[in-house]
């Protein structure tokens, strides 16, 4: 009898992968309840690289990557450098026809600057520097040849869409199809001049509602799997994912998004991905007291302050890791 009420209980108690979707769904609720409060279309991915606990919220949902699409282009470059097809030591010298507008700090240097690619590939995070990445992006082979090597491992929802140099160029050639035949150097005067071209919120988000505009093409849960593949070291070698991870580490841009809320003692290793006042992405990871927090933000649309959504994703942190580590202390 007592067996027979033994099995009975055990029928009855909930498996460790239900009590695990129980818990994914409470967190999936508390993010869910701060996305609504955002003024913006948003999508977010969380994953525990100990716990395997994962969030989700309009995860599988393209949107607008912006600069965070320089994650999968270092990725791809670094895979190159582990095939010896590209020495991270070998130098690269600027020419005035490889400065972009936008972030970054090459282009406020003179044409002569000698950096290595791996001067190159860290400006291009952590100044997310508009020279380096179409510079990076010719050394890896193109758009084709970086959309085949996402494809190929796996990431079929990640695309880069166009170069910095279309994509700074897209908005002139749309108000007037002269401007199809800009040179890098004259669109770069034009984007510093007294002319330069100012959409308004309306038109911003207009032309967001056409994919070919982007860009590149992004979903929460594919950057969030690419990020725990730099975690674990299976994208690429584990001594080169750590190498990349730690770039990120010194991200420059976004301090008020993923750590505005977090108190000292936990670090961030993200990419950010801007397009104000519409949008504002942040994707990273998480060094938390229970391990590494992978996450992914994606914003798109915002009628509100600018400021209002990058706080959103710093909150929308907070209450991840706070559901991970309990509640933090010294915080804001």
Known sequence: MARTIAVFLILLAPSPSFAQA???????????????RMPARAAVYVKHMTTGEE?????????????VIKLPLMAMAY??????????SARHVLTAADFRGGSGIFRRHDAGLNPTWRDIIVEMIITSDNT????????????????DWLTAR???????????????RKPYELRDPKYR?????????????ATALVETRDER????????????????????????????????????SDEMLQIMAGQQAGARRMPHFLPQGYSVAHKTGDGPPVIANDVGVVYARSGPIVMAFFTADNRGLWQDVEDAIGRATRIAV????????NGR
């Open 154 to 168: 796996g990431y079929p929802q990640t695309r880069m869409v166009m170069t910095l140099f279309d994509f700074f």
């Open 22 to 36: 129980q818990a994914t769904t409470a967190l999936t609720r508390l993010l869910d309840a701060e996305v609504a």
């Open 132 to 147: 380096a990445t179409d510079l990076v992006l010719a050394k890896v082979g193109g758009l084709a040849a970086l959309n």
């Open 79 to 88: 895979d190159l450098v582990e095939r010896k097809q590209l020495d991270l």
């Open 55 to 67: 969030a989700a919220v309009q995860a599988d949902e393209a949107f607008n990557s912006f600069s």
């Open 322 to 329: 706070e559901y991970f580590d309990g509640r933090l202390v």
């Open 205 to 240: 988000i207009a032309r967001e509602k056409d994919p070919s505009n982007w860009l590149g093409s992004m979903t929460a849960r594919e950057t969030g799997r690419m990020l725990e593949s730099l975690v674990k070291g299976t994208l690429v070698s584990k001594a080169r």
């Open 181 to 193: 035949t800009l040179t890098p150097q004259e669109l770069l005067r034009l984007q510093s001049g």
